[in-house]
Every structure is written in C-alpha cells, then in structure tokens.
C-alpha cells in the first residue's frame, strides 16, 4: 500500500503539477506575465516550480517509510538507519520476565525485515528519555501497536495520553476476556497481572489531574502542505505588486 501510495503521488506530480508550470513558463499566462512584468513573472514562475517540488517529496510523499532490522522487546525495535523505536501507546513484558519472550517474538513475526511507516503523536513528543522515536508503526495500513494489544501481547500505556487510547483500551479488554496471548498464561498466575496494574495506578492520578487540560492534535501533513503552499504564492504575490508599485513611480 505504501509503495503504490508512493507512485501516486509522484505521478500526480509528473503528470499535473509539472507540466502546469513548464506550460507558464512557456508564456502562455500572458495575463499574469502582463500584470507582473517579464523577468517577475518568471522568477515566481520558477520559485514556485521548486517550491512545489519539495512539498512534493518532502511532505506527501512519506519519508517516514522505514525498513525493521531487529526487534529488541515486545515494544522496542531498530531501523535500517540505526535508530531506536518506542512504540507508542503499548507496554510489552519486558526480556527476562516471564512472557518477555513471547511479546518480543510475536513482534518480529509481524515486522522484523519489513518496510513500515512510523507517524508522531503530538502528545507524546519526538523522543523519550532514552533518545527513542515515539511513533505509531504502520504496516500495510494496519496499526501494530493495536496489534500487539489485540493479540494479547502489551497493555495500554496510559502514563501519557494519546489520539487512540480509547481504541487500545477497549481491545485490551477483549484480550483479556479471551485469555489471548499472555494473558492465557496469566490466567493461572495472577504475578503479570498484578504487576502491570500497579504499573497503571500511578499513570491514572496523572491522567486524573490533567483531564481538564487541552491536548496537543496531530496535523494532517496534506492540510500543513495545502497551508505552506497558500502561504508561499501569496508571499510571491505580494512581491510582484510591490515590484510594479516601484517601477511605476
């Protein structure tokens, strides 16, 4: 999905945007090239080619697309470039405890060596203390951190709120009313549960005190380039009319 999601835009990209400025830059706008003079009209012109270049590959096309070359833990992997993962919104069984290894497992069945995109959450931030990405991991549409929960393989991290808590939380439930995952093996012996429900009790006083406080939305980075696209001809605008304002005095 990702890689036809790719050749889609560039192919708009090919097909419509460039063409559309080779076109202007050809004269055929003679009404703007009238209004702001030969040389103005094509310095906009080219400006705005490579302005519309980068929004291009910088921002629809996503750069956040990376390949998975080892999976640390149930919650933690590393990318082909070397960096560090935290995935958002989960909590796996950490190594050397009793389900560790099944939670780190069932991850690298689903990712490890496989190309995913990675999406930020505002309310979470860029890192954690460690110097780990936070983000959502996507692979062929599908949230792996939901995943991971719905299986039965993390618990809801809810120390710090996020856009689909709700989400996780209630497949969370589902899990462990069908004894999924670790959650099989926890039925017999209560130690995991009662672990992470202490892990938990502190993250629902914080959640409890800023429950009135605004949250951080993520933006959609189609709207954040349609808004720097606006911007940047009104910029080039405003440069033409003061040019002709100075040539007619």
Partial sequence: MLLWRNTLYRGIYVLILWPLYSTAANKRFTTLRMLFGRWIFKMILLTMRYFITALCFL????LSAQKVTRVIDGDTYVLENGDKVRMIGI?????KTEFGDDAKEHLKSLIEGRTVELKSDKGNGDKDKYGRLL???I???????LRMVCDGYAIVYTRFKFKKKQEYLECETTAKDNLLGVWGGAANN???QKK???KAEPAQKIEEKTADQPQAT????LEKATTYLILGV?????LGILSIKRRRR
């Fill in 91 to 95: 909590n796996a069984p950490e190594m």
């Fill in 135 to 137: 983000r959502y991991t």
């Fill in 59 to 62: 921002v629809l096309i996503p």
């Fill in 196 to 198: 992470e429900t202490k």
């Fill in 218 to 221: 993520e933006t959609d980075p």
């Fill in 139 to 145: 692979l062929n549409g599908e949230d792996i951190s």
């Fill in 190 to 192: 209560n130690t995991y």
């Fill in 234 to 238: 009104l910029c080039f605008v405003l």
